[in-house]
């Protein structure tokens, strides 16, 4: 099982930027799909962006497209989420997740699909 571990949430200004970072353990990622999703309290978790094992592909929510670039260090064993011209509406705990088994392009913003999860970093925007 691999461990996930989200770093560099915190306090971002409206039109800043913020880069969460999210480390595997245990095991590599190196062959799996990543993505972040967005989860306020007692909600469903809302897809932020995905990243194929490759890194060829990548996949980002309407809302967040052309302002957030998601990449990943498979030597490092880590994903990044680099979040520029940010919001206050995307103040909210962001969760790194994995997969265990290849998807399709239609599969990426399903949280279904998706087996281990961090603990999420949380995110605020002030306006």
């Known amino acids: 099982q691999v461990q996930l571990v989200e770093s560099g949430g915190g306090l971002g200004q409206a039109g800043g930027s913020l880069r969460l970072s999210c480390a595997a353990s245990g095991r590599t990622f190196s062959n799996n799909a990543v993505a972040w999703f967005r989860r306020a309290p007692r909600k469903d978790g809302v897809f932020v962006a995905a990243?194929?094992?490759?890194?060829?592909?990548?996949h980002y929510a309407d809302s967040v497209r052309g302002r957030f670039t998601i990449s990943r260090d498979n030597a490092k064993n880590t994903v990044y989420l680099q979040m520029n011209r940010l919001r206050p509406e995307g103040t909210d705990v962001y969760y790194c997740?994995?997969?265990?088994?290849?998807?399709?392009?239609?599969?990426?913003?399903?949280?279904?699909?998706?087996?281990?999860w961090g603990r999420g970093t949380q995110v605020t925007v002030s306006s």
């Open positions: 997740t994995t997969s265990t088994v290849p998807l399709l392009d239609n599969e990426y913003d399903d949280w279904a699909v998706y087996t281990s």
């Open positions: 990243i194929s094992w490759s890194g060829g592909s990548s």
